[in-house]
């Protein structure tokens, strides 16, 4: 098993045989799992400059509890689109095979860290969210066995709408986060 840190600087460099290396490891569950973790933290870092020390563990710890969901809601929707809608003939997969991939597709977020630095905050979550979104396309179509990146797209762009309506389903019968 390769280390974590090899795996997410394979990740992030958006290396195809990083993803479906971890397709085929099961055993790289808790490494995706750290992945997504680390990655939620460093965002958390990354905006403690706008709302101070105040607050600062539990929003990090709320933070991480959603990242996680998050990403095993977004896993679930992506291999139920496709798999069960938007098949290719060759599509074969297993939800622990999206979560492993979508997992380390957050690799690139560990640069969230860098929005500490007061200027740079909006570009580099912007910059990080652009990346890990082409991450996830990449982690899609290898779980997937799909040759079209068009349609490895289609499937990361209808799960986001879902999972972005779940949420705000949620918060808007439970409260946003923080808001209570």
Not at 34 to 43: N, R
Not at 46 to 64: C, E, K, Y
Not at 87 to 98: D, F, I, S, V
Not at 100 to 114: D, E, K
Request: proline share 3%; charged share 15%.
């Amino acid at each position: 098993m390769s280390s974590l840190k090899d795996r997410m600087i394979r990740a992030a460099k958006l290396d195809v045989t990083l993803y479906e290396e971890v397709e085929a490891d099961t055993e790289a569950m808790g490494q995706a799992m750290g992945v997504v973790v680390l990655s939620s933290i460093a965002a958390g870092l990354g905006t403690i400059t706008r709302g101070g020390f105040a607050g600062f563990i539990p929003s990090i710890l709320l933070g991480t509890l959603l990242a996680l969901i998050s990403w095993y809601i977004w896993a679930y929707l992506t291999y139920f689109i496709g798999t069960k809608l938007l098949p290719e003939p060759q599509t074969k997969a297993n939800l622990g095979e999206l979560l492993r991939t979508i997992g380390f597709s957050s690799s690139p977020g560990l640069i969230c860290v860098l929005g500490i630095i007061p200027m740079l905050t909006k570009v580099v979550f912007f910059v990080a969210n652009i990346w890990m979104l082409i991450a996830m396309v990449i982690a899609v179509r290898q779980a997937l066995d799909y040759k079209s990146m068009f349609r490895a797209s289609g499937v990361c762009l209808i799960g986001w709408i879902i999972r972005g309506l779940i949420f705000l389903l949620l918060f808007s019968i439970l409260g946003a986060p923080g808001k209570v």
